[in-house]
Every structure is written in C-alpha cells, then in structure tokens.
C-alpha cells in the first residue's frame, strides 16, 4: 500500500473516531482557533499564569524564535494565558507558516463555547434562544474539524466570534452546560450550521449567498423575527456605489452616475438576485456581495431611486438569532426552534454529533 493511500486512511479513520458516538462520554474535543497572525519578524507577548512572566516570539523563515531560541514550533499547556490583554482558557501554539507566525489557542470545545456564546447573542435573550444558539455554534465549529490545516477555526466574524475568558456570563456559560455535546447532524455528520441576526421574516436557501443547495438550509417563513433591524431606510451615493463595484472588479460605465440600483431578478426567499447598477449588471451570491458592499444590513431589500428600503441584517441562511428570541418569548424549547430553522437535521445527545437515534429526528416541518 503507497503512503499516501495511508495517510488517507489514517486521516479517515481518525474523523471517524471522532463522529463515532460512544454512549456515555465524557471527554471533550481539543479545538484549535487562530487567534492572530503576525507578519514575519515582529514580535508578539504572552503573559503567562502563575508568576511564569511574559514570553517573547516571533516567526523567523526557519521556524519560531522564543527567548532566544530558535524551534520548529513552541507550545504552552495551559491552564490559560494572556494575548494583547484578553486571558484564553487552555493552551497556546505558535507556528511560522508562509511568513507569518499563527498563535493559535489549543482550547476544550465547551471553554471554547463560553468565550463564544457572549459575543454572538446578548445576556439578555430567553435562556430557550440561548441554548439553541449554542448547539449551533458547537455544531459550527464541529463541522469545521480540519485534522490536515493548523487551525480549525478563527476568532472572528469571518467563523464565529470568540473573546476568551473575560466575557463570560453566568447565563450562557448555563445555556452551554445545559446543551453540553448535543450537535446538528444530517446523514451522520455535523451540519454546517449557519446563523444571521435578523431574517427580516423569511430565511435565505443557502444557495442564494453560498452556491451550494443544503437540503436543511432552505427558505422558510420566519414571522417571528423582530429586532431593531426587521425594518430600515438607508440612503445609497453613487460614488459608494462605484466603489462598490470596483472592489468586486466590475467597472462602472461611463455617463451611468444617474444609472440607480434596479433589482431585475428575486431569489426563491425574496432578496435580490439579480441587480443592474451603474450600467453593470450582476447576478446570484455576487449580487447579495454588492448589496452588502453598499452598506445594507440585507439583500431583502427595494430601491427607490438611491433610496433603499428593506428588512432583516444578515446573510439571512440557517437560524435568524431575533427571530428565535422571537420563538422562545412564545413558548417554543430550544429543540423546537432548531427544528424550525433546520428541517430534516438530528439533534444528538452524543458529544460528536456521530449517528443520531431516529427518536431524535426532526419532522419536515
């Protein structure tokens, strides 16, 4: 057998170790989530618990520069550590790749949960709205398992948002233990399970901002979705328009400053899909980008002239976070709106989402 033929059966059976459920685990996943990437020769701090001090590195084209010392990669265990003044439960690794160094924190993914359940829905919200979101962004970052890169996730908007230890709550550290391991998962793996603030009262097919048709990411009705943003008015210049297009590569045409956005073709859930704007014409998810590259908080949205009026902030797939505070101030559990968001999908006891029990399995509602 070739190794490469080996290592791809190594790399399989270890992502099935880990989908595989085992009835009363308790162990939890490491994650590995890029904090920062420093460009090559400067220097970055980490203070240390435990009267350890401040340790100094940098990434050098042969590996990483520790106090001195130069090595392949350096590591710290743990418990937790201080980055540009925001303390990380769990370790930290520095690596240098392509010239930048990766800090990327080596974290359990239920302490991973409590730094990234704060940041992405208010203290506030129904305790039923935060423990749905919380098996969805522990069903987000499951799915974004990556054994072959080094990291699985960042901490940014462009993944989910993760802040560390110091925004912990009392309440969504509860949502978090009162979900602990319980994942998303259709035909046995974890869903890409994808979430918005406010879907102005109709979800997005994931198609319309992401190109692939998800049987669970489908457009549906959501009229309980009411935040400050499920209506709003804006304003739109040309010359943000113009610069809207250049930065997506397009070239506005001569003469054509008068030429207001017209929406010539609507998506299945409403929003635009195809848009004529400054003499250009675009399509599809690259017409949601230019929509968002306006400034509008949603593509579910009518011109008047340069005025734009609309409904909902978001990319609008997947679980509207308003609108399921909307679900749980009328009554409805967490299970109920994940059902609601994501039809067809299991929601699993097992801590790795493996193969969910038919008892578990969400009506096509």
Not at 67 to 77: A, D, I, N, S, V
Not at 224 to 252: C, D, I, N
Not at 264 to 277: H, I, N, P, Y
């Amino acid at each position: 057998m070739s190794h490469g033929l080996k290592g791809a059966l190594l790399a399989c059976l270890l992502l099935l170790v880990w989908l595989l459920p085992s009835r009363g685990q308790k162990e939890d996943l490491l994650l590995r989530v890029l904090l920062k990437e420093v460009p090559e020769g400067q220097e970055v701090s980490l203070l240390l618990p435990e009267g350890q001090g401040t340790v100094r590195a940098r990434g050098e084209a042969q590996g990483v520069w520790v106090e001195g010392r130069l090595q392949p990669f350096w590591e710290f265990p743990g418990p937790y550590f201080r980055l540009d003044g925001r303390t990380y439960r769990g370790g930290v690794r520095l690596l240098a790749q392509e010239g930048r160094l990766l800090v990327v924190n080596q974290v359990l993914l239920e302490d991973y949960l409590l730094g990234v359940l704060p940041a992405e829905m208010p203290e506030g919200f129904p305790q039923e709205a935060l423990e749905a979101q919380a098996v969805v962004a522990r069903t987000f970052a499951v799915n974004r398992l990556n054994p072959r890169a080094p990291y699985d996730l960042c901490a940014s908007e462009i993944c989910q948002v993760y802040l560390g230890l110091a925004v912990e709550t009392p309440r969504h550290t509860e949502a978090v233990r009162g979900t602990r391991g319980k994942v998303l998962s259709y035909q046995g793996r974890a869903i890409s399970a994808l979430y918005h603030a406010d879907s102005g009262g109709m979800t997005a097919g994931s198609e319309e901002v992401f190109q692939k048709a998800l049987p669970y990411l489908r457009p549906r009705p959501d009229p309980y979705a009411r935040g400050p943003k499920s209506q709003w008015q804006l304003s739109v210049s040309p010359e943000r328009a113009a610069a809207a297009l250049r930065a997506m590569g397009r070239t506005p045409q001569t003469g054509s400053l008068g030429d207001s956005p017209v929406v010539l073709e609507r998506s299945a859930s409403g929003r635009v899909w195809r848009l004529r704007l400054l003499g250009v014409e675009v399509q599809g998810p690259e017409a949601q980008r230019l929509v968002r590259n306006l400034g509008l908080p949603s593509a579910l949205v009518e011109f008047r002239g340069w005025q734009a009026e609309g409904r909902g902030a978001g990319h609008g797939v997947g679980l509207s976070q308003w609108g399921a505070k909307g679900m749980a101030e009328a009554g409805y559990g967490y299970r109920e709106i994940l059902g609601h968001y994501f039809p067809g999908t299991f929601l699993s006891d097992l801590l790795l989402g493996g193969i969910p029990g038919p008892e578990e399995a969400w009506a096509t509602r």
